[in-house]
């Protein structure tokens, strides 16, 4: 978030800026308000103003050392012996995680790597604020847990035109549900919808003139 800032001269109110960021001022963005004036004879003098914000390059590094320096707590109070390893992509910030434990982390469908996810952005936005999705990937799991969840969801269409009656997924967090969503808007004669609460939330596929279709999305 942009704020103002104040000095007797432009420099110095960057140098105000940069104290209260934290930064060195090629890692901000600055846009001069005031040049400022001394006066005459110092009468009058106004101050110079600026507008500064952290870089949208520089917010993703500071959230990306901080999710790194959160998982690192974590991994190291559970005892686990696993490597980090990050990068920046589309606005967003890939953790591949590997080591003799990792592995761990995929069972039930990779519950426990979805919660370990869920635990840091959630930290990190406590921390930080809002931003930008940390996504935590062991061995291409991401990629491969997309491919089914999109051949599922072309199950349940064939399925749900078939019978002419609506077909349940099973429960699902929400980035998963999101996919077969996704999946289902691009095939013809079917809709999907959200039913359920909590751990029970999941995906129902409908044929689109089963009457069932107008219940509105949860």
Do not use: W
Not at 171 to 182: D, F, G, N, T
């Amino acid at each position: 978030m942009a704020k103002e800032f104040e000095g007797k001269n432009i420099e110095q109110a960057i140098e105000e800026a940069c104290r209260h960021f934290g930064v060195s001022k090629e890692k901000l963005d600055i846009e001069i308000i005031s040049q400022g004036s001394t006066g005459l004879f110092g009468i009058g003098a106004k101050k110079a103003r600026i507008k500064a914000s952290l870089k949208p390059e520089t917010i993703l590094k500071q959230r990306e050392e901080e999710a790194q320096k959160v998982l690192k707590e974590i991994i190291s109070a559970a005892g686990f012996e696993i490597e980090i390893k990050t990068k920046q992509e589309n606005g967003k910030i890939y953790i591949e995680l590997t080591g003799v434990d990792s592995s761990l982390l995929l069972a039930k469908r990779g519950a426990p790597l979805n919660a370990l996810q869920y635990l840091v952005n959630k930290i990190v936005a406590k921390r930080l604020g809002v931003g930008a999705k940390i996504v935590f990937d062991i061995e291409g799991f991401r990629e491969d847990r997309e491919k089914k969840l999109k051949s599922l969801a072309q199950k349940a269409a064939r399925e749900a035109k078939k019978t002419r009656k609506p077909f349940s997924l099973p429960p699902m967090p929400a980035h998963e549900r999101r996919v077969i969503h996704l999946t289902i808007k691009e095939m013809p004669g079917v809709e999907s919808k959200s039913r359920g609460r909590g751990s029970e939330r999941h995906v129902v596929v409908f044929p689109k003139n089963n009457r069932r279709n107008k219940r509105r999305k949860q």
